[in-house]
């Protein structure tokens, strides 16, 4: 590890998903991708191209059949039980018998922090995504964006170094989700983790990422890597004419190949 | 609040409702009850057979007999609803245990889900008259030091039989109710086995468990009332029931004393259940499962 640390690497890995019937989904194949600590990357395919299956290879929430994952130099398994990252999915699946404040303090509470520290992060955490009036509310008092600014809140809350999001916007109407997309760059911005984000939606991917990872059902497969160099994210950069060339880049590259392969992505 | 007291207004006019169809019933049905071909499908209206409920009533403020220094009847009836109460509380106690461990057992390892449930289900099957003899002679068995098996024992574990059955099958349900999501998360947290147990798995079933604990003290109380009369143990209100009916034709109303004392503990361990449910509303907030 000397200039550029690595939080990811996948290298060659397969992954084949057997049902008891015996027959087999080709989920991975031959996949490799390295993510550079403190990177954006963003995830993007038709559905069923494999993204949560990656994602979750990462996450040692399913094993692989082939090949080999590391994360921050350790193997995903030894990753998870050292809490090295954070992760958030579509649906917010907050416990809906705790307070937001409890919500976000489970991760601490199971790791054995002190009250008097869970208490101090919590009162951190509901301040940076605007919940403080909000911390003895139950779930079903929010709606769905304050929700997954929870669980967002909960995947942030041992400050890991890598954050594995699955659609976390995907339940979101148009602006709450563009409200929730600056939340996140800013927060990144502020805690550096490196972010492996599905998604699918275009214009998302390019907003947020560094590089777009474009992937291809049947077997599941990375077909192209776009990067991004912007030198800001703010509401300017959706108006920009370098946003749309990467949109445009991205949205080829779904549809270069098979035209068809790209249903299933929302061009918004 | 007022929904509150609008459900007590109605519970009041449904027992109202009840006592008139029976005084009704009793004026204007035929005294040899509605017989169609040879089956009597309406019971007979003669005082013996439907004693008004307000002689019903009275009869509760008299002794139990007519021997010097009995006891009103219903201090009699008070006192055998207690006993049986007891005993029904603790068949409940052991039940909901080994119910709650049953469900454990086969939500922690599969293989023992496949084993154990088909016998959960077909213990079920078995009737009560049939084991309770079984039952009593096993622990007629049992000494242990100065220990001595009892018959009220006997009664308790044959009131638990019943009443396991709801929780193994509500709480297995329950404990696997939870989303992947959910258990994904705790296992991205390397949480253990048993923090996911009270955390994730336990609290996520109460909604499953409540039914099932109503459920189950209402099998304890019937299976409690049932095992006296099998087992034959004095004392509770099944054995009253029995020995009260023998007198039916001298003494009509005294006959449903002890039912209704069966009623009044039906009625106390539903309220204890619910005091349960009250203290676990909290649980409950996503609403009852389908
Ligand atoms: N547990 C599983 N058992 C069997 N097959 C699975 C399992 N999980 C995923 N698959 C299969 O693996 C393939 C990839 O699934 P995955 O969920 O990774 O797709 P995805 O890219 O996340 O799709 P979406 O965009 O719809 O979420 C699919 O064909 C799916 O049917
Ligand atoms: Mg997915």
């Not at chain 1, 929870?150 to 709450?176: H, K, N, Q, Y």
């Amino acid at each position: 590890m000397t200039a550029k640390p690595v939080a990811v690497t996948v290298t060659n890995v397969d992954k084949i998903f057997r049902s008891r019937k015996g027959a087999e989904v080709h989920a991975l194949s031959d996949v490799s991708l390295e993510v550079a600590a403190g990177e954006f990357i963003s995830l993007i395919g038709p559905s069923g191209c494999g993204k949560s299956t990656l994602m979750r290879l990462v996450a040692d929430l399913d094993g692989i059949t082939s090949g080999e994952i590391t994360v921050f130099g350790k193997t995903p398994e030894k990753a998870r039980k050292d809490q090295d990252y954070g992760i958030a999915f579509q649906q917010a699946g907050l416990l809906p018998w705790r307070s937001v404040r409890a919500n976000i303090e489970l991760p601490l509470e199971i790791h054995g922090w002190e009250p008097r520290d869970r208490k101090e992060r919590s009162d951190e955490l509901l301040e940076l995504i605007g919940l403080a009036d909000f911390a003895d509310h139950k779930p079903d008092q929010l709606s769905g964006g304050m929700k997954q600014r929870v669980a967002i809140a909960r995947s942030l809350a041992e400050r890991p170094r890598l954050l594995l999001m699955d659609e976390p916007f995907g339940a979101l109407d148009e602006i709450t989700r563009e409200h929730m997309q600056n939340e996140l760059v800013a927060l990144c911005q502020e805690t550096g983790a490196a972010v492996i984000f599905v998604t699918h939606s275009i214009p998302e991917a390019v907003f947020l990422s560094d590089r777009v990872v474009v992937m291809s059902p049947r077997p599941g497969r990375i077909t192209e890597v776009i990067d991004l160099d912007f030198s800001s994210r703010d509401e300017e950069l959706r108006e920009d004419a370098a946003f749309y060339e990467g949109v445009t880049a991205v949205r080829n590259a779904l549809h270069g190949g098979e035209t068809a392969g790209a249903r299933g992505v929302e061009n918004r | 609040m007022s929904k509150r007291a609008a459900a007590v207004l109605w519970g009041i006019a449904g027992v109202i409702a009840a006592l008139a169809i029976w005084e009704i019933y009793k004026a204007l049905g035929p005294d040899e009850g509605v017989v169609i071909g040879d089956v009597t499908v309406l019971p007979r209206t003669t005082d013996i057979a439907m004693p008004h409920t307000w002689d019903v009533l009275a009869r509760l403020f008299e002794p139990v007999t007519r021997a010097a220094g009995a006891d009103v009847l219903w201090w009699a009836v008070l006192q055998a609803a207690a006993f049986s109460l007891g005993i029904a509380a603790l068949g409940w106690l052991i039940g909901v245990t080994f119910g709650l461990g049953i469900a454990l057992l086969m939500q922690r390892w599969i293989t023992a889900e496949s084993a154990i449930l088909p016998w959960v289900v077909l213990s079920q099957t078995v009737p009560l008259i049939a084991i309770a003899p079984l039952v009593r002679r096993w622990g007629s068995e049992i000494t242990i030091g100065s220990f001595q098996w009892e018959n009220w024992m006997s009664v308790a574990v044959i009131a638990s039989y019943l009443a396991f059955f709801p929780v193994a099958v509500s709480a297995l349900r329950g404990l696997k109710s939870p989303p992947s999501a959910d258990t994904d998360l705790f296992r991205a947290y390397s949480a253990s086995w048993w923090t996911t147990l009270r955390k994730l798995r336990l609290p996520s079933s109460v909604p499953y468990l409540i039914p099932a604990l109503r459920l189950a003290a209402a099998n304890a109380v019937v299976g409690t009332v049932v095992a006296e009369v099998s087992i034959g143990l004095g004392g509770g209100i099944g054995r009253m029931i029995i020995e009260f009916a023998a007198t039916a034709s001298g003494d009509p109303a005294k006959t449903y004393a002890p039912i209704l004392g069966a009623v009044l503990i039906g009625l106390v361990s539903a309220g204890l259940v619910a005091l349960i449910g009250v203290g676990l509303r909290r649980y409950t907030r996503g609403g009852a499962p389908a």
